[in-house]
């Protein structure tokens, strides 16, 4: 059955044959030894030629993703490629091709991920025709759900000609505070800490590392949190294109974008980087 997804893959699609033929021809695919299951997970974030050379030698294969996930990110290969018309640099993942020669897909309609029900209650709505069943889910909990925190005065600070940008300092700062003020206050929860882009990233991280310097629980919490379970769930701050598939009992989202600095008024322009564009 392997061997027929493969073939019609084969002849689905030009650039996926170009590829398997690569990998045949240099690893000698047929000569290799075979796996009896092939599991590939997070399949949406997968790409096809990374995942090729094990489904090959696959006498089962079962591949598992979200669509509604995000893509294999190209932002920055693309911003780093010599070659600015290089085909290789394409969104496609494992799972688009599945789900293009495989049918019909099975669908999970249990929720298992969530503590609270706000947690899946928009995705649910938008994107999953409300056929989720949060299964885990509860609504008096304390702690759980989505707590939105509102800075008045916090300023996005766009990049220009003289000076680098794509910062919102007191966001960072404030974000810093609500971290330690969870370590303080109940370090046997998990804490992780997500941003929209690797400058806002490193920004947060330059901050915490200046408090936890001055913060005794900070330390302790940290070093705690390491140690457990060979670090599973230590605290962690990373950019968007890093964080997915992360599980901590909090997670706090520093959204980044909002009024710009330079403009002196509170228009939000509906700009959001990467976020927004189509490629």
């Given at each position: 059955?392997?061997?027929?997804?493969?073939?019609?893959?084969?002849?689905?699609?030009?650039?996926?044959?170009?590829?398997?033929?690569?990998?045949?021809?240099?690893?000698?695919i047929r000569n290799t030894p075979k796996f009896d299951l092939v599991i590939i997970d997070e399949a949406s974030q997968m790409k096809p030629?990374?995942?090729?050379?094990?489904?090959?030698?696959?006498?089962?294969?079962?591949?598992?993703?979200?669509?509604?996930?995000?893509?294999?990110?190209?932002?920055?290969?693309?911003?780093?490629?010599?070659?600015?018309?290089?085909?290789?640099?394409?969104?496609?993942?494992?799972?688009?091709?599945?789900?293009?020669?495989?049918?019909?897909?099975?669908?999970?309609?249990?929720?298992?991920?969530?503590?609270?029900?706000?947690?899946?209650?928009?995705?649910?709505?938008?994107?999953?025709?409300?056929?989720?069943?949060?299964?885990?889910?509860?609504?008096?909990?304390?702690?759980?759900?989505?707590?939105?925190?509102?800075?008045?005065?916090?300023?996005?600070?766009?990049?220009?000609?003289?000076?680098?940008?794509?910062?919102?300092?007191?966001?960072?700062?404030?974000?810093?505070?609500?971290?330690?003020?969870?370590?303080?206050?109940?370090?046997?929860?998990?804490?992780?800490?997500?941003?929209?882009?690797?400058?806002?990233?490193?920004?947060?991280?330059?901050?915490?590392?200046?408090?936890?310097s001055r913060n005794i629980h900070a330390l302790k919490y940290e070093s705690h949190w390491q140690e457990k379970d060979e670090g599973l769930?230590?605290?962690?701050?990373?950019?968007?294109?890093?964080?997915?598939?992360?599980?901590?009992?909090?997670?706090?989202?520093?959204?980044?974008?909002?009024?710009?600095?330079?403009?002196?008024?509170?228009?939000?322009?509906?700009?959001?980087?990467?976020?927004?564009?189509?490629?």
């Amino acid at each position: 059955e392997n061997n027929k997804f493969c073939l019609k893959a084969l002849k689905t699609n030009s650039n996926f044959y170009e590829k398997i033929e690569i990998f045949d021809t240099v690893n000698s695919i047929r000569n290799t030894p075979k796996f009896d299951l092939v599991i590939i997970d997070e399949a949406s974030q997968m790409k096809p030629e990374f995942s090729i050379p094990a489904i090959a030698r696959a006498k089962q294969a079962v591949i598992v993703g979200d669509e509604k996930q995000l893509p294999p990110t190209t932002v920055f290969q693309a911003k780093n490629a010599e070659d600015k018309n290089n085909e290789d640099l394409s969104d496609e993942s494992i799972l688009d091709m599945a789900r293009a020669v495989l049918h019909p897909a099975r669908e999970l309609l249990y929720h298992y991920r969530s503590r609270h029900e706000d947690l899946i209650r928009f995705s649910n709505a938008e994107f999953y025709q409300n056929l989720m069943i949060p299964v885990t889910a509860h609504t008096n909990q304390p702690h759980r759900g989505i707590k939105h925190i509102f800075l008045k005065d916090a300023r996005y600070v766009a990049g220009t000609a003289a000076s680098s940008g794509g910062i919102n300092p007191l966001e960072a700062k404030r974000v810093v505070q609500e971290v330690m003020r969870i370590m303080e206050e109940r370090p046997h929860e998990s804490i992780g800490v997500a941003t929209m882009n690797q400058k806002q990233k490193d920004l947060i991280e330059s901050e915490f590392q200046l408090q936890k310097s001055r913060n005794i629980h900070a330390l302790k919490y940290e070093s705690h949190w390491q140690e457990k379970d060979e670090g599973l769930h230590e605290f962690f701050i990373k950019n968007l294109e890093n964080v997915q598939g992360d599980e901590r009992d909090t997670i706090i989202i520093s959204t980044l974008y909002g009024p710009h600095a330079q403009d002196g008024t509170r228009l939000m322009h509906q700009r959001f980087g990467d976020i927004n564009k189509a490629d």
